[in-house]
């Protein structure tokens, strides 16, 4: 039995011995309530004061069985309490609860469905980037390294709709699904699709044979990360150096440099230009080097300088951090 029903138990075992003790005294006595439950009480924690009225017979078979049964149920409930205390639930309720206020809190998060190697990276680097992450995990050993990082979590099935809900899907920006199994992962889309149909996700798959599978559950990317590996290593051999600056204009922290994609908003002041006009480099200091227009669904590496902009295109720049937050600002 889990110690909060344990502790519940004890708890509502001492509360029945007191009342029944009183309600028997009433009964068998002319004792009224108030000296009835005195007597009760005293005789639960045996403190040896004198009876308030008398008991006859009756009286004192009722206040024996009263001292051996509130002296079992106040054993049961002081050692519950002290499990209770000692084995840390206390302090994972509070935690829960602490949990769910963070979790009410948060908007436009992204939620990752597996906390294994996959899942801390993800997690990681959503951190690095300043994005909101709920973890979902069933394993107590991966909910635990997700607390001692400090990140929000919550225990269950990712591939049940209750739990997705939990995690604030109505208020994400996005799931990942990165667990270690390929059908849990699809399972996991086909949910957060049929809850959110806009939300943006991203499936984790080890066969490549279930690409299809997971396109069709409504992931909107899907990994394989033994063939991006394998692609990596390949590029690695023939363009290191250009890997290399890949890695730190996407990756990197300590440099000013880095790639960004910025959404047109109805407010912006490019939203009406052409991309000629914007002049985004002479403006911000940043270079276009791709860009899609909206409802398309694949970015144009040659990108039209009369195209007008239009509230939801979406462009692909780099340039340096103040510049493109100016930039990404300015385009809400």
């Not at 009342?19 to 924690?45: E, H, K, N, P, Q």
């Not at 008991?55 to 069985?65: E, H, I, K, P």
């Not at 609860?97 to 906390?115: E, P, S, W």
């Not at 204009?249 to 002041?269: A, F, I, R, W």
């Amino acid at each position: 039995m889990p110690a909060t029903r344990r502790l519940t138990a004890a708890l509502v075992s001492f509360v029945l011995v007191v009342c029944g003790g009183t309600v028997s005294y009433v009964a068998i006595t002319d004792a009224g309530w108030l000296d009835a439950l005195y007597m009760t009480v005293i005789s639960v924690f045996t403190v040896g004061f004198s009876e308030t009225f008398p008991l006859g017979t009756d009286g004192r078979v009722v206040t024996m069985a009263v001292i051996v049964l509130g002296v079992a149920s106040l054993g049961f409930a002081t050692a519950a309490v002290v499990e209770f205390l000692v084995e840390g639930h206390l302090q994972d309720l509070l935690g829960r609860r602490r949990m769910d206020r963070q979790l009410a809190k948060l908007d436009g998060h992204t939620i990752v469905c597996g906390f294994g190697r996959v899942g801390r990276q993800v997690a990681d680097q959503l951190a690095v980037e300043g994005r909101p992450v709920v973890v979902v995990d069933v394993a107590a050993e991966r909910l635990q390294l997700a607390r001692e990082r400090g990140v929000t979590w919550v225990e269950g099935d990712a591939s049940h709709e209750d739990v997705l809900v939990l995690a604030g899907l109505p208020r994400a920006a996005g799931v990942v699904a990165c667990t270690a199994d390929d059908a849990e992962n699809i399972l996991i889309a086909l949910t957060a699709k049929g809850l959110h149909s806009r939300l943006f996700v991203v499936v984790r798959i080890k066969d490549e044979e279930n690409e299809g599978k997971a396109r069709r559950a409504g992931a909107d990317r899907v990994i394989a990360p033994a063939a991006i590996g394998g692609r990596r290593i390949a590029a690695l051999m023939t363009r290191p150096h250009v890997v290399d600056f890949l890695d730190v204009v996407t990756h990197g922290t300590d440099v000013d440099l880095v790639l960004e994609e910025v959404v047109v908003g109805q407010g912006s002041p490019l939203a009406g230009a052409a991309l000629r006009e914007a002049d985004v480099r002479q403006r911000y200091g940043a270079n276009v080097l791709a860009m899609r227009q909206v409802n398309e669904p694949v970015l144009r590496t040659r990108s039209d300088p009369g195209h007008v902009l239009c509230a939801g295109d979406l462009v692909v720049v780099i340039g340096s951090r103040d510049d493109l937050d100016r930039l990404q600002s300015d385009s809400r």
